[in-house]
Structure formats: C-alpha cells, structure tokens
C-alpha cells in the first residue's frame, strides 16, 4: 500500500510538474533604447511604425507609462530588478548593483530560476561595467549575452559626410551595401533572436528572451531607404522649442550626448543652453523617425517569427522604451531630465487569448513593409483589429511583477523598508488588475472590481539626480561622487510636482530639509510643462500638498490593500 501510494503520488507529482510548465508563458522581453512614444498607434500620424501599430492593436497600449529615471543604466536596472533607484543604488552608467547595492534576483534570473532558458540579446542590461563586464550573467541568463558583431563600429566614422569622408555624426543614414560589417546591430541582433525562436520551436523548452534594440538611440545610423518615409516638407518643429518659463537651472540638461556627435560637435553651439540651428532640429527629428521605422522593421521580423514558429499562442510580449526622448521640446534634447518628454515612454503588453484571439500561425504577427511601395501605405490606417488602451499609471518598475503573473511563476512580494538584504521583493506593482479590467469586464466574475469603482495607483515616481544647481558637462549624467542633489518627481493626473533637494552619496541618503528648487506644472492649462508655477503665491497651498504627496512616495500611492 506504500509502495502504491509512494508510486500515485511520484505519478501526480510529475503530472503536476508537466502541468505547470504546460500553463507556463514563455516571454518575449523587448526593450527599446531612447524610444518615446512617437509612434502611429500613440496617435502621431506622420510616424510609420505598422509592426509597432499592429502589436499595439493586438495588445494592451498605456498611455501613461513611465520610467524612474530618464538614462539608460538606471532605468534598466529599475525595471530588471523590480526596485527603485534609491534601492538599486544605480543612478549612473559605471556602477553596478550587485557591487553597490545587493545582490537582487532580477527578472530574466527569476525565470531562470524556474527552469526558463534566459537568453540576452543586444541591450537589455546597459553594458560594460553597469552590468559587471558579463550583462549579469551567469546571474540572469543561461548562456552569455548576444552582441552583434557590427556593435563595434557604434563609436566609429561609418556616416558619410556631406564631402563622403565618413564622420561620426548624430545624423547617419547608411547604404547596407557599403557600411562597415556590412550590416547593422538591430538586424544581427534580430537574426540571432529569430534564429533562437526556431530552436525553441523545435526543443519545446520555456523561454524568457530579452531582445534589446539600439536604435533609435544616437547615432542615428539607419538604412537610408528608411528617409524616404520622412520628406522634409512633413516634418515638424517642436512646439515648445524655448526654456520653460520660471525654470530652476538645475533642471536643465546641456545635452552633451548630442554634443559628442561631428555633425552637431562641428557647429561650436553655445554652452549650456543655446540651441541647435533650425534647420538641424529638422534634420534631427527626421531622422529619429527614420531610426524608429527602422527599429519597428526589425521588431515585426522578431513577432512574425515568433508567430510563425508557432510559440506565439503561449508567449507574453511586453514592449517598452527604456525613456523618452527630447527632440527639441524646451530647447532640448536626449533625455536627462524629469520632464514628461524624458520620463514618459511607449508600454505595450501581449497576452495570448486575452488582450487578443488566439490564430493559427502566421496570422497573429505577419509582418508589414513600410519599404514596400506597391503597399501604398497609409499610417493613418495602420491599427487594424480593435486592441486595448489603457490610461492607468503604470511604471517600468511595475514590469518584473506583472511578467511572472502573467507567465505563471511566482510573484515577487512588496518589498519592505531597506531591502537590500532581501533578493526576492520588489518596489513595483503587477498591474494585472488593470489588464483584466480592461480585457475581461464582459466576463463579470473574474473581475472583482471592474468599472468605476477600481481602485488603481495615484502617482507615479521618478529621479534625477545632479552634481549641483548650475548646469555644466557633469550634470548630464552625474557618476555618484558628483552627485549633490537629487530631484525627485511624482506625476499625477492633474500635476507634475518636482523637488530638488541635498543627496549624500556617500551615505546614499536624500536631505528633504534642503530644498534646492521647486517645479510644479498644471496639465489642465500647460500640458507640455512649458510653466513652472512652483513659487507662484496662488498655487501655495497646492504646492504643500503635492509635497506631502511626494514625500510620502510610492508606498502611499499605492491602491489600497483589500
Ligand atoms: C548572489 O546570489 C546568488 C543566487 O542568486 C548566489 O549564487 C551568489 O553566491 C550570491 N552572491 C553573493 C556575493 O552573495
Ligand atoms: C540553434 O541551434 C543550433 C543547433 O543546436 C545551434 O548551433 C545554434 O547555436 C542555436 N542558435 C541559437 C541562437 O540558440
Ligand atoms: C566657438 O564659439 C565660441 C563662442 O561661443 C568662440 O569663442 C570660439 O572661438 C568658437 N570656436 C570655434 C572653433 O569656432
Ligand atoms: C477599469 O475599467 C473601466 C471600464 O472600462 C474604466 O473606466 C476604468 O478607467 C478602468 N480602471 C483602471 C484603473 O484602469
Ligand atoms: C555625507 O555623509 C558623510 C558620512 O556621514 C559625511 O562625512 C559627509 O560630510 C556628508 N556629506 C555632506 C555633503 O553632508
């Protein structure tokens, strides 16, 4: 009888076990670099980005979706961990958190720790000593991190000048056929993903891979067939090229990123705030559109193949900007700052069977050819199918809990106070509940508080932090023994509101009694944050509590408790 017992239950065990691999999700991570949401389906109807557009339509798109810090390595370590700056201790691009902070299960090491194979592809963790010289693996990955072999004439003279000596300039479209390495990281980088896909179709084995594009990220090196898409005459300026009224300098970035480039470094443009030559900011923002059709190409080779392989039925894709982008807004550009612009990036989650039906393969992704003339495409025409589109408050950091939700594998609980020692928890909220409530009111019961009554965020929370109140090269991207003060931001329906106070770095700790400078902006009459109105006499009592608020921080805008 034991022996029968012992034998049902080792039966029920590993019936058990294929049972759960078997509602497991694979995941398709995509990330893309310095990609504001300056895409069709966001309603920009001069941008061509169909395979974008239609994921969108297929998926759940937010609408406020936002990073906690606007530069790489931060942001990413944020959302790869499921913490906060202050909890990653990562505010630059030279640190890495394991070293500095505590050695965290991040997000693809979960998976991993599940039986997933984790596979990095291009940038998903900021290289080089952000991520310990290794993209965190052996922590977070099963095989080391894939970088295309063209990664390494990023930093090279591989754009034609107006003379045809190569440069090294912002503004780069190339001929593939003549280019350096003869073709460009995003395409490699794609084929080796596509490539990864059909082995996984073919060994059954769960899956998390995180596909990271560079472009369009600086420089703006591109096929040059992509400009085509973009004639001169549809460009347009920013609307709000100037320095925001009343704006404390410490809130402004040099943009020395942009500096860097020949093209741009070549102009001799005056330090800290004067500003790029109309005709550049043109040519600028043509051709970050140019880099972001480019970028949707190869996001539409990676989901029609996953489709085709026919994995994806059972994968999760979730689709995000590592932050946005200034491209002339304010006066201006890359990112660096607490601005909307800079903070705000394009999410998008894919759900099999829930954010869209299920199809057999090849019907879910097929891939669309903005390049292909005999299409005649028609961006405003591009979001077919109904998809979803949500404007409740979701952060990045929100990521790491919703993916294992809705993969299947355990939910890392809310962190407590000081977490360094703990290397499950995170700082971050699975925002499920808003995926349900948009996806599944009709099916009432699922939904415990579906319509007016659901209760959701009130904040979210962003930093940026400065070696002191006058703009200078190392206020762009402060390494942490630069860094003096710390501005911390929270966006609320109606406010942004901005603090910008004394930061030990040493001691790792904010000095909330030393207040350097105020921003406050009022969507209802300055949507683009073009006023600050912090130490206007009327807005007094607004400002008192908008600073509660933001000191209480994310813990208090949580949704209650049931
Ligand atoms: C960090 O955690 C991993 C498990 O995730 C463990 O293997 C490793 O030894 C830890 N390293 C340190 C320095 O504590
Ligand atoms: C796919 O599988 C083949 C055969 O095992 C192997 O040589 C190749 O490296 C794999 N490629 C990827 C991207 O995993
Ligand atoms: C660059 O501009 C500054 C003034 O902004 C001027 O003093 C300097 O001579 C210029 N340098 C070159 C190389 O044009
Ligand atoms: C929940 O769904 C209702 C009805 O679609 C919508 O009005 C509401 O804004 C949603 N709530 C959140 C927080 O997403
Ligand atoms: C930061 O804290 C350290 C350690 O307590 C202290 O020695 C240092 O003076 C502090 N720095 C500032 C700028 O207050």
Redesign the pocket.
């Known amino acids: 009888m034991a022996v029968l017992l012992f034998l049902l239950s080792a039966i029920l065990a590993v019936k058990a076990g294929v049972g759960d691999t078997a509602t497991r999700r694979n995941v398709l991570f995509l990330v893309v670099d310095d990609l504001r949401p300056k895409l069709g389906c966001y309603g920009e109807t001069n941008m061509v980005t169909p395979n974008i557009d239609q994921f969108a339509s297929k998926s759940v798109m937010f609408e406020r979706a936002y990073v906690q810090q606007a530069v790489c390595s931060p942001s990413r370590t944020s959302f790869l961990t499921g913490r906060r700056p202050d909890t990653t201790r990562i505010f630059d691009l030279v640190h890495y958190f ?1 070293h500095l902070a505590g ?1 965290y ?1 991040t997000l693809p ?1 979960h998976f991993k ?1 599940n039986g997933y194979i984790t596979q990095s592809v291009g940038k998903i963790f900021h290289p080089g000593a952000a991520s310990g010289f290794t993209d965190d693996y052996p ?1 977070s990955w099963s095989n080391q991190a894939y970088h295309a072999p063209t990664k390494k004439y990023t930093s090279k003279k591989i754009c034609p000048g107006p003379d045809g000596t190569l440069t090294h300039s912002a503004v780069c479209p190339v001929d593939l056929k003549t280019v350096m390495g003869g073709s460009l990281p995003d395409i490699q980088n794609t084929d080796y993903t596509i490539e990864f896909l059909k082995n996984r179709s073919m060994d059954h084995k769960p899956f998390f891979v995180g596909m990271g594009y560079h472009r369009p990220h600086l420089p703006f090196a591109y096929p040059k067939e992509y400009l085509d898409l973009y004639p001169m005459s549809k460009i347009k300026l920013a609307p709000n090229p100037y320095y925001p009224a009343w704006l404390p300098e410490v809130a402004w970035t040099p943009w020395d990123e942009l500096r860097s480039y020949d093209d741009v470094g070549a102009m001799n443009l005056s330090y800290p705030f004067g500003s790029v030559p109309i005709d550049y900011q043109y040519k600028l923002r043509q051709s970050y559109s140019a880099a972001a059709s480019y970028t949707d190409a190869q996001v539409g080779r990676v989901l029609q193949a996953l489709d085709q392989y026919g994995l994806a039925d059972n994968t999760v894709i979730t689709f995000h900007g590592d932050h946005g982008w200034q491209l002339g807004e304010h006066g201006e550009w890359c990112k660096h700052t607490n601005f909307d612009i800079a903070t705000r990036i394009p999410m998008f989650v894919h759900v099999p069977g829930v954010t869209a039906k299920k199809t057999p393969p090849g019907r879910m992704f097929p891939f669309i050819d903005a390049l292909d003339k005999s299409l005649k495409f028609q961006p405003e025409k591009s979001s077919l199918g109904e998809g979803y589109s949500s404007d409740a408050f979701v952060e990045a950091v929100d990521l790491y809990a919703t993916i294992s939700e809705l993969a299947g594998v355990d939910v890392p609980p809310t962190c407590p106070e000081n977490p360094f020692k703990i ?1 499950f928890c995170t700082e971050g909220a699975s925002f499920v509940p808003v995926i349900k409530n948009l996806t599944m009111t009709s099916r009432s019961n699922d939904v415990t508080s579906a319509g007016n009554s659901f209760a959701w965020k009130q904040a979210i929370f962003s930093q940026y932090p400065r070696p002191g109140v006058h703009p200078g090269h190392t206020s762009v991207n402060p390494v942490l023994d630069d860094i003096n003060i710390m501005g911390y931001t929270m966006r609320t329906v109606d406010h942004r509101y901005t603090e910008w106070i004394g930061y030990n770095h040493t001691t790792f700790t904010a000095d909330w009694s030393k207040v350097y400078a105020r921003e406050l902006y009022i969507y209802s009459s300055d949507p683009d944050e073009d006023v600050n109105v912090a130490e206007v006499p009327a807005f007094k009592d607004l400002t008192v509590y908008l600073t509660e608020q933001l000191r209480a921080g994310w813990r208090s805008a949580l949704p209650a408790q049931k």
């Open positions: 394991r050695n299960t090491e720790n922590y290397p």
